[in-house]
């Protein structure tokens, strides 16, 4: 079935680094691809999403490309605050499905240092 | 406009009881899903209702079980429950099915198992 695999562990730098954060997918059709947002004791936000190749995704300074030929969907933002500590997750929704089905990868969590 | 709301919001059981959670959706949404969230699995998905009908089904055990309302509230029931039904359950909310439709997360149910 459609897969999504995050980069392992977490991610700890300091404010104003750069960061990358890795997502691959497997998928049997032509998904739909999404970033999601996790604040401590809150659901998940949208970050931004990517509907076919190419596309960029874009939202408060984080950035995310669809790659079809790498299978890739990497998030980065060029220099990151406090704010922006959270678990971000990877996903796909598989558009042939024609419902609101995502899969989403294992999570990153993110620590900004001051 | 009031978010996805549920409840409630922390659970304690006791393994072999059933549980109800309910998830009331922003206004206008007709759809509602339902996701699993634990440190092992990461976020899994259960089921999509879509004006009253189940529109599709992750890979759970029949002990998951849903419906929805006239009203697009929703209700997830898990009978029988094991310990490692200890998770937060999501729900989200959205006013179409497909990648054109956000959809918008409740902050969880956090059910216990013990």
């Known amino acids: 079935g459609d897969s999504v695999t995050q980069m392992e562990g977490p991610v700890t730098l300091s404010e104003e680094a750069f960061l990358t954060i890795n997502c691959t997918y497997t998928a049997t059709g032509y998904p739909s691809l999404f970033w999601y947002v996790q604040y401590p004791g809150e659901g998940l936000q949208l970050l931004l999403k990517?509907?076919?190749?190419?596309d960029k995704g874009s939202n408060k300074g984080f950035e995310a490309t669809y790659r079809k030929e790498t299978t890739s969907f990497h998030l980065e933002k060029g220099s990151v605050q406090v704010s922006d500590s959270a678990v971000y997750f990877c996903a796909l929704s598989d558009r042939d499905y024609g419902n609101n089905r995502l899969a989403f990868g294992k999570g990153n969590q993110v620590v900004v240092i001051p | 406009k009031a978010g996805v709301t549920q409840t409630p919001r922390y659970l304690i059981k006791t393994r072999g009881q059933q549980v109800t959670l309910s998830c009331s959706p922003i206004s206008g949404h007709r759809s509602v899903s339902w996701y699993q969230q634990t440190p092992g699995q990461g976020l899994q998905f259960l089921f999509e209702?879509?004006?009253?009908?189940?529109?599709n089904k992750g890979n759970f055990p029949g002990r998951f079980s849903g419906r929805q309302f006239s009203n697009s509230r929703s209700e997830m029931n898990v009978s029988t429950l094991e310990l490692g039904d200890s998770a937060l359950y999501l729900c989200a909310s959205s006013s179409g099915t497909g990648v054109r439709y956000e959809q918008y997360f409740g902050p969880g149910t956090r059910l216990t198992v013990t």
């Open positions: 990517a509907t076919k190749a190419d």
């Open positions: 209702y879509f004006s009253e009908t189940q529109r």
